[in-house]
């Protein structure tokens, strides 16, 4: 009922830029807490950023400078601008929120994952 959608992965060559975005849809009465995570082949999910209701952002010291969160609440949408991608950006990259949902007459907190995008970098 409720998800999100991640689009814009692709492959760039080093030094470039690309812009993923994540779209929720579905039963949502309020998005809270957005945020972006990665995972490389053979590695650990790493945390990119997040974003509050707000707008306040955290990032990991690996993309501080180089990677910018926005959010449209409007259209219920998070954006991660990637400038200066270096081979070991390569990941597929996850979009996260906590929502909050209703259906009938139950209000219910959500957390909630994309399916992912592929990002490549290459040298």
């Known amino acids: 009922q409720v998800q999100l959608v991640e689009s814009g992965g692709g492959l760039v060559q080093a030094g470039g830029s690309l812009r993923l975005s994540c779209t929720a849809s579905g039963n949502i009465f309020d998005i809270k807490d957005m945020g972006w995570y990665r995972q490389a082949p053979g590695k650990q999910r790493e945390l990119v950023g997040t974003i509050t209701s707000g707008g306040s952002t955290n990032y990991a010291d690996s993309v501080k400078g180089r990677f910018t969160m926005s959010r449209d609440n409007a259209k219920k949408t998070v954006s991660l601008q990637m400038n200066g991608l270096k081979p070991e950006d390569t990941a597929v990259y996850y979009c996260?929120?906590?929502?909050?949902?209703?259906?009938?007459?139950?209000?219910?907190?959500?957390?909630?994952w994309g399916q992912g995008t592929q990002v490549t970098v290459s040298s």
């Open positions: 996260t929120a906590t929502m909050m949902s209703l259906s009938g007459d139950l209000l219910r907190e959500f957390d909630v």
